[in-house]
């Protein structure tokens, strides 16, 4: 409040709110309009008892008023300086305000509000609570336009009582009437009851948000360590990759250069073969010229005379017959570097594998999720669907891989598939080339007799053990699927299955929660078996071809 607002105060009407006009002053200390006071008085003359509307201090008789000539002189002092106008309009309530209970009038905004009187005072008013000391024991809260709920609506009582039984404030006389028996104390004791137990939680919370700003900075940490380790490994990787391809780049131009070099070399042979052999066509036919011109003359004896000149033929320091290569030419060069293309692609897929599962193992310390529903249907299965392919390099040579490495196929015949670490010796198994983590759902479109397998990509591959059998051993997980009948089988353990007969299996996998299902598709979906343990490896989706004829194909979902 400034200075002005402050002595305006001093010199208004708490009656009328303005300055002081005719000021007269009662015997408690306070000053009013004459006027104002009187028309106060008047409305008390029927009690013959006249109180300060102030202090309340009474007055017996009704005081005799004259005029205070000094704090009028003053006022009027004061008026020239401006203080003439009226209080400004932030002094007076609005209609989100707690007005003064005594002004009259445009009332002003409530400075305090008094839980034993149940009314709400401006500065002014609020004065005697200030000054008169029974009025000083008066409990002032902040404003409130809700003191008539603190009245009970049965005795009209201020309800300074808490019945703990009901969980509710109460007045005394409730406490000995219906809520007689009750436990009840009061609210001031209640209070400060439940103030221990604030000051309780306030702890309780005040400890969790250390810990949660502990947690923050830990995993701010977290963060710059990713970032930072991120970083360095962006900045190693490319410079690794920009020296293979500076290699690749010598590698491709020192190939060029000696397929040049060899070219010039032999295109210099071939020319310099190829204008010997026009030298010797040029020669050949002057010499045809001369014997037909022999052939020609009329003079026997000219003719017996040129005959032993011309009749006999050199012969030709070159083969009748030109022996060139089979037009092969460079394809030796082409099919070098076809093999070295097909080395280097195995060996950047399987260190793909290896950098995709490093790369997205980032180890922290969150606390975990609470685990998603399974999907229920299959439009709900099919938003975790995976476009799966199956791996050539992985393909028994007995199955014959077709529809863009989706299909395989049994076949009695052996097909003629370069030899492959990764590829299945002596069981008609083959693997996807995508591994799978998280959650993922792809479906299996099967004829005749087939094994529908998930494996870990470190199964074994060479041999007719069962380490590298689908479903007889601890890496693989496998479905076999007949016209008549379904098992399943893990760690040589067969388990039969029973089900609804379908043409079409549904695998559904959520990695983290060690969750591995399979189901007989049709207009619905019906689980036929469900696994639940821990997955430590990506996995692979798996095709056994167990019976002759028998085919199997990964379907498109999306």
Same mark, same amino acid.
């Given at each position: 409040?400034?200075?002005? @607002?402050?002595?305006?105060?001093?010199? /208004?009407?708490?009656?009328?709110?303005?300055?002081?006009? =005719?000021?007269?002053?009662?015997?408690?200390?306070?000053?009013?309009?004459?006027?104002?006071?009187?028309?106060?008085?008047?409305?008390?003359?029927?009690?013959?008892?006249?109180?300060?509307?102030?202090?309340?201090?009474?007055?017996?008789?009704?005081?005799?008023?004259?005029?205070?000539?000094?704090?009028?002189?003053?006022?009027?002092?004061?008026?020239?300086?401006?203080?003439?106008?009226?209080?400004?309009?932030?002094?007076?309530?609005?209609?989100? =305000?707690?007005?003064?209970?005594?002004?009259?009038?445009?009332?002003?905004?409530?400075?305090?509000?008094?839980?034993?009187?149940?009314?709400?005072?401006?500065?002014?008013?609020?004065?005697?609570?200030?000054?008169?000391?029974?009025?000083?024991?008066?409990?002032?809260?902040?404003?409130?336009?809700?003191?008539?709920?603190?009245?009970?609506?049965?005795?009209?009582?201020?309800?300074?009582?808490?019945?703990?039984?009901?969980?509710?404030?109460?007045?005394?006389? /409730?406490?000995?009437?219906?809520?007689?028996?009750? %436990?009840?104390?009061?609210?001031?004791?209640?209070?400060?009851?439940?103030?221990? &137990?604030?000051?309780?939680?306030?702890?309780?919370?005040?400890?969790?948000?250390?810990?949660?700003?502990? =947690?923050?900075?830990?995993?701010?940490?977290?963060?710059?360590?990713?970032?930072?380790?991120?970083?360095?490994?962006?900045?190693?990787?490319?410079?690794?990759?920009?020296?293979?391809?500076?290699?690749?780049?010598?590698?491709?131009?020192?190939?060029?250069? @000696?397929?040049?070099?060899? @070219?010039?070399?032999?295109?210099?042979?071939?020319?310099?073969?190829?204008?010997?052999?026009?030298?010797? !066509?040029?020669?050949?036919?002057?010499?045809?010229?001369?014997?037909?011109?022999?052939?020609?003359?009329? =003079?026997?004896?000219?003719?017996?005379?040129?005959?032993?000149?011309?009749?006999?033929?050199?012969?030709?320091?070159?083969?009748?017959?030109?022996?060139?290569?089979?037009?092969?030419?460079?394809? %030796?060069?082409?099919?070098?570097?076809? &093999?070295?293309?097909?080395?280097?692609?195995?060996?950047?897929?399987?260190?793909?594998?290896?950098?995709?599962?490093?790369?997205?193992?980032?180890?922290?310390?969150?606390? @975990?999720?609470?685990?998603?529903?399974?999907?229920?249907?299959?439009?709900?299965?099919?938003?975790?669907?995976?476009?799966?392919?199956?791996?050539?390099?992985?393909?028994?040579?007995?199955?014959?891989?077709?529809?863009?490495?989706?299909?395989?196929?049994?076949?009695?015949?052996?097909?003629?598939?370069?030899?492959?670490?990764?590829?299945?010796?002596?069981?008609?198994?083959?693997?996807?080339?995508?591994?799978?983590?998280?959650?993922?759902?792809?479906?299996?479109?099967?004829?005749?007799?087939?094994?529908?397998?998930?494996?870990?990509?470190?199964?074994?591959?060479?041999?007719?053990?069962?380490?590298?059998?689908?479903?007889?051993?601890?890496?693989?997980?496998?479905?076999?699927?007949?016209?008549?009948?379904?098992?399943?089988?893990?760690?040589?353990?067969?388990?039969?299955?029973?089900?609804?007969?379908?043409?079409?299996?549904?695998?559904?996998?959520?990695?983290?929660?060690?969750?591995?299902?399979?189901?007989?598709?049709?207009?619905?979906?019906?689980?036929?078996?469900?696994?639940?343990?821990?997955?430590?490896?990506?996995?692979?989706? &798996?095709?056994? !071809?167990?019976?002759?004829?028998?085919?199997?194909?990964? /379907?498109?979902?999306?």
């Amino acid at each position: 409040m400034d200075q002005n @607002q402050l002595d305006r105060g001093r010199f /208004c009407c708490s009656i009328c709110l303005g300055l002081l006009k =005719d000021p007269v002053t009662t015997s408690c200390g306070h000053s009013y309009c004459m006027n104002c006071i009187k028309s106060h008085w008047d409305g008390e003359d029927e009690k013959r008892d006249y109180s300060c509307p102030q202090c309340r201090q009474v007055f017996r008789p009704r005081p005799v008023l004259r005029k205070n000539t000094m704090l009028a002189d003053l006022v009027e002092e004061l008026k020239k300086t401006g203080l003439q106008a009226a209080p400004a309009d932030h002094c007076y309530a609005g209609p989100e =305000d707690v007005a003064c209970d005594v002004c009259t009038g445009r009332k002003r905004k409530a400075y305090n509000s008094c839980l034993q009187c149940l009314a709400s005072y401006c500065e002014k008013h609020l004065q005697p609570h200030l000054e008169v000391a029974p009025l000083k024991k008066h409990k002032l809260v902040e404003p409130s336009k809700k003191l008539q709920e603190k009245v009970c609506s049965r005795h009209d009582e201020v309800m300074k009582m808490f019945c703990r039984t009901d969980q509710q404030s109460i007045c005394y006389l /409730c406490s000995v009437d219906e809520h007689k028996g009750h %436990d009840t104390v009061s609210a001031a004791a209640e209070r400060t009851e439940r103030q221990r &137990g604030l000051e309780g939680s306030r702890l309780n919370i005040q400890q969790r948000i250390q810990d949660r700003e502990k =947690d923050v900075k830990l995993l701010q940490q977290e963060v710059e360590a990713i970032n930072g380790s991120a970083d360095k490994a962006v900045e190693h990787s490319e410079e690794m990759f920009a020296e293979l391809i500076r290699l690749m780049e010598k590698r491709r131009s020192d190939v060029k250069q @000696q397929v040049r070099s060899q @070219q010039e070399t032999e295109v210099s042979q071939v020319k310099e073969f190829q204008e010997k052999l026009e030298q010797e !066509i040029t020669e050949l036919k002057r010499r045809d010229a001369e014997l037909q011109k022999l052939a020609h003359t009329e =003079d026997h004896n000219q003719f017996l005379q040129d005959y032993p000149s011309l009749s006999g033929l050199s012969g030709s320091t070159h083969s009748s017959r030109i022996k060139t290569r089979p037009l092969r030419y460079f394809k %030796d060069v082409t099919a070098a570097v076809s &093999g070295v293309k097909d080395k280097l692609q195995d060996v950047l897929r399987e260190g793909w594998t290896n950098i995709s599962q490093t790369g997205t193992e980032v180890d922290v310390l969150l606390p @975990q999720p609470r685990p998603e529903p399974e999907p229920k249907t299959r439009a709900e299965f099919l938003k975790y669907s995976r476009d799966i392919t199956l791996d050539p390099n992985t393909a028994n040579k007995q199955l014959l891989l077709s529809d863009g490495n989706r299909r395989a196929t049994y076949t009695r015949q052996h097909l003629s598939y370069s030899r492959h670490a990764d590829r299945f010796t002596d069981f008609r198994q083959v693997l996807s080339g995508e591994g799978l983590t998280g959650r993922c759902y792809w479906e299996v479109e099967w004829r005749g007799g087939v094994y529908v397998a998930v494996a870990d990509k470190n199964i074994s591959r060479a041999g007719n053990s069962t380490e590298c059998v689908f479903g007889h051993n601890d890496k693989s997980w496998a479905l076999y699927c007949s016209n008549n009948s379904y098992n399943f089988r893990y760690n040589k353990v067969k388990t039969p299955v029973s089900g609804p007969q379908s043409s079409r299996v549904g695998v559904y996998l959520d990695h983290r929660a060690g969750i591995l299902s399979f189901y007989s598709v049709s207009e619905t979906m019906t689980l036929l078996h469900r696994v639940q343990t821990t997955f430590t490896q990506p996995l692979h989706a &798996g095709l056994w !071809i167990y019976s002759s004829g028998s085919s199997a194909e990964l /379907c498109k979902l999306k």
